[in-house]
């Protein structure tokens, strides 16, 4: 019952219990119909004060029960409010801002898939192709997908499954329809870079160019064809659109039920990928990084075991000087019906045999090779490298780990009579021979000292300007990959064999801070973010990319959108393209973003 019915009731009760007084209380026993009001306390007994005093707790305690509660969900919800407030407080002191959007990404999800015959996919010693149509020199489509894993096959279906999935395009696997399914909804934006050989370098340059709503970015990239052709390091250069006005004024229309534009061969013109320099290079390249100080250098490792140092200004953009590019081929015909005529059968034929003939041309120019456009040959590695860093100063620093020994070169100021070979001024030796160096990495706090993983699950510390090596402490598993904090120098990241991600603190680092298993396999690759001392980034053999709140224990996003091992990953520096990251497996690189609420959770 509430207050005011509550009070209704007792207001009514008591007038009748007052009538009910007045007329016992009357001499006549009754209340004539003309007797005046005030008779009736000129006629009270003496026992007034009383029912005065019933009178007014009938009236009192309906609004007295009403003010307490009042004051109790006044009180309560004040409380709520203090607590909120203080919870609000205490998970600041631990939780990172969220990253600032930039105007490209406030936008809705736009994704593209974009397919380019000059990159690569391909197995070592075998020629795959990645689409069952002929490959053209660009193209371009958009897809929506996501990070829901594909279900388990039972395990009678295990070998008939994996054969099947052997026989298919990795496009046409479940693992990568499924997520393609979810995309529109986990993404600000992706765009794909369908590969024909296989790629281990994926680094985003420091800049980027802005013009007429279009960004384009630049991705150093390399091929490696096991000596089947020529191997390249690669600038490439994907545009893609700031807000989607641009693609509501295109040529190809957008479809809201897919979240669609364009299609195979038919991407918007706004949308477009192309190689801005193709550099020839010696041996496969396995790694390769820019110089922080100067990123006109970039230094690369090779399957011979030799590194190269490159000025990228002083290559022509062609890639053979004087020589017409590549060949385009035209999109292919369509397939004929069951009852085409004569003249629909020639104009296929003829359509077809142009085809060919420019794919002959293509496959002559890709089969050409030439001397490596280095300017600088690295010597002194022992055997092939897959891990290279540059020193944040001026001195143009670079190290590399191979087996048994960590090597460092110092490329900067050298005299035009300087030999084009370089030997390592600095060579710091494993106490372990057979052990090697998996990962090298430079502090941005310290430029002289560099830390080391090593295959033994050791961990060392190194100073350019010492002569010995220090370890600093081991772990239980092969060390397979490491990360220095661009923010903070003591924060240290440690991948493992079997998929766990260690955080140290090198102020005390005899143990862990903190373990946590992000991967089935191991871990190939971990990078910080360098907008926010608290996210990192994590690859490994599960093809899987995981985003990483080491402060709150969680994990933020993961995506699924690989299908091979991932090769290499990295963040964007700029300021406005805050959380965007950049990743490569063996069939494709990726520019993507998560939404913002991913990182806000």
Known sequence: ???????RICGCSFFKFMGNCAVSLHPAGALDQSFPRSAVYRYASPHFPLLLAHAVFYLLFPCSLFCCRLVCV???SHFTTVQRRQTRIADSACTPPPLRPSTAHRIPCFVLLTTASTLAHTELGRRTPSLSLPMMESGADVVCTGKVPPPVAPAS??????????SRSYQETERFCTWRKHVRNLYQHLFHIDLVWESPVAQLMPYVTTKNGLTTHTIVSGTRTGGQEQSYLQLLSATVPQDTHVLDGSDVAYSEATGEVGGYGMAPHAC???IERRILHDGDVLAARYAPANPLLIASTSSNGDLYVFDWSRVPLSRFPNEPPRPRAPLPPNELSSNATEEERAQYQKRMRALNVVA??????DRRTGEGQHVLTLKGSNGASENLDWSTDADGVVASGSTGRACVWRVANLSKDHSRQVEPFKVFSLEDEEARVTQVNFSWTSPDTFVAASSTGAVYFNDVRMQHTTEVFSIENAATCLALSPLDGNALLVG???GKVLFFDLRKSSKAVQVDCLHDGEVTTVQWCPHSRHLFSSGGHDGVVCIYNQTRHKT???HWGHTDVIMDLGWSWQEDGAGQLVSTDSNAIMLWRPRDFFYCA
């Open 496 to 498: 493992d064999a079997v």
């Open 272 to 274: 477009s990928l192309s």
């Open 360 to 365: 002959t041309e293509q496959d002559r120019w």
């Open 1 to 7: 019952m509430s207050h005011v019915g509550h009070l």
């Open 556 to 558: 933020l996003f993961k």
């Open 74 to 76: 006044v009180f309560a």
């Open 157 to 166: 279906q295990t070998s008939s499954t994996a054969a099947a999935e052997e």
